[in-house]
């Protein structure tokens, strides 16, 4: 089997084939994304009968939709599935906008990104600022939290001292869901505790991944290293509708201030599958290095069952893009040179036994075990990134039907009428 759809060149006879326009209609796109989906050769395009117009195979249609996460009408019944502007992503890469996702974070900043991403205009130079009294409000109420919370946990109640600051909250407006963004993201970095001290830093790279470094170790900052967690954070903004961004967009759906969009995603991303994946890549990193070798240690996980974390992706079936990018800039980063190859020798490993590629989070752990970083610091760099990504669904979805999220359950329960409980009072018989 090929993992690009068509390239083969056979179709069943008996297949059901499909027009451009009932194509692009199962796939959630517009016409001319489904003919950069044949340049790609993801699709295979045929002549119609008569020679006007291509048809496509609906079999090869639907597989594309499963990979791309894009509309399949022959999903479930009750199944979420709608069009967005904002992300594409293909067989082995992704697209903001219509922009190669990993070229726009390498050559531009997070700001930079965000704002293509919020608006479809390129900002040079763009950099946020945080609102004094929104900053302090934020510092008082991370402060007062107890030693041992995380920063998941900080950025959450950050959140929220930040909607507590803001009494125009309720403003949907585009002007002003993007003025609030702009200082609710410096915001989370700054009210973040420095790890110990401000950390000397000999790189010159302003913007968000400079004030966020000494939040995540103490070790100086050199220009390789801020640039592999600028090009992250930029990275990171949006994947299509991953869980935190579906339910960050069902928050904007029932017309939540932008916060509560932004504390619904945080919610969600706390979860192991999600975006405290890359905290389990860097406990296996560490143990990979502590032991001299990955062979031990996948087959640790093996053993008991577990999945090797850091590999494997549902929408990818090659070495994720997110990963690939960081990967090269990391071999860039001298220090970081063990973990690259404890994370190369990770992969090589397991594929002896199933055929997995490396994903972001096993990236993130190379960053973060290279750096001196604590555990979950890839999570703290996923969550701060993808506000600018539940932020651009938000604006997305208030333009939308107020509402319209509201699948139906397919109850289970006995069928009624039931007679009513007894009420068994203490002490009957």
């Known amino acids: 089997m090929t993992d690009q759809a068509g390239a083969a060149g056979f179709t069943e ?91 726009l974070a390498r050559r531009h900043t997070y700001e930079e ?39 998941t946990d900080r950025l ?4 929220v001292a930040a909607a507590a600051a803001d009494p125009l909250r309720f403003d949907l407006s585009r002007e002003a869901v993007l003025g609030g963004a ?25 913007g968000l991944a400079r004030q966020l470094w000494p939040k995540l170790t103490g070790r100086p900052a050199d220009e390789a290293s801020l640039a592999v967690l600028d090009t992250a954070l930029g990275l990171l903004i949006d994947h299509d509708l991953a869980a ?14 932008p916060y509560a ?20 890549a860097h406990r296996m990193l560490t143990e990979v290095l502590e032991r001299g070798g990955a062979a031990p240690v996948v087959a640790d996980h093996l053993r008991s069952g577990r999945r090797v974390p850091g590999l494997g992706h549902r929408l990818y079936a ?24 404890a994370a190369r020798d990770v992969v090589a490993t397991t594929t002896r036994h199933t055929p997995l590629h490396a994903n972001v989070d096993l990236a993130l752990a190379v960053l973060s075990v290279s750096s001196g970083m604590a555990v979950e610091a890839g999570e703290t760099v996923f969550a701060i990134s993808r506000t ?9 979805e208030y333009g939308e039907r107020p509402l319209r999220m509201r699948p139906s359950g397919q109850y289970t329960g006995p069928r009624p009428p039931q007679p009513l409980p007894i009420d068994y009072a203490p002490g009957s018989q």
């Open 388 to 396: 600018a990504g539940w932020i651009a669904h938000a604006l997305e």
């Open 113 to 151: 990104v965000a704002e293509w991403l919020w608006t479809g205009e390129l900002r040079p130079g763009m950099r946020f600022t945080a609102p004094a009294e929104t900053l302090a409000a934020a510092r008082r109420a991370v402060g007062a939290l107890p030693a041992h919370c995380g920063a």
């Open 13 to 103: 006879p008996s297949a059901q084939r499909l027009t451009t326009r009932e194509t692009a209609e199962r796939l959630g796109v517009k016409p001319e994304t489904v003919y950069a989906y044949v340049s790609r050769g993801q699709l295979t395009s045929n002549r119609a009968p008569g020679g006007r117009g291509s048809m496509f195979d609906a079999t090869e249609v639907d597989a594309l939709a499963r990979r791309t996460g894009r509309r399949e009408p022959t999903a479930a019944a009750g199944a979420l599935s709608f069009p967005t502007g904002i992300t594409l992503i293909g067989s082995d890469q992704y697209f903001f906008r219509g922009v190669d996702a990993t070229e």
């Open 261 to 280: 969009v932004v504390s619904a995603g945080l919610g969600v991303l706390e979860g192991p599958l999600h975006g405290a994946a890359s905290g389990l």
């Open 156 to 159: 959450r109640v950050a959140v």
């Open 182 to 206: 702009r200082s609710l993201i410096p915001t989370l970095a700054a009210a973040l505790p420095t790890v110990a001290g401000e950390a000397s830093e000999a790189a010159a790279r302003p």
């Open 244 to 257: 935190s961004t579906l339910a960050a967009r069902v928050a904007a759906s029932a017309r939540a201030h």
């Open 318 to 341: 090659v070495e994720d893009p997110r990963a690939r990018t960081l990967f090269a800039l990391l071999a860039e980063v001298p220090r970081a040179a063990p973990a690259l190859a």
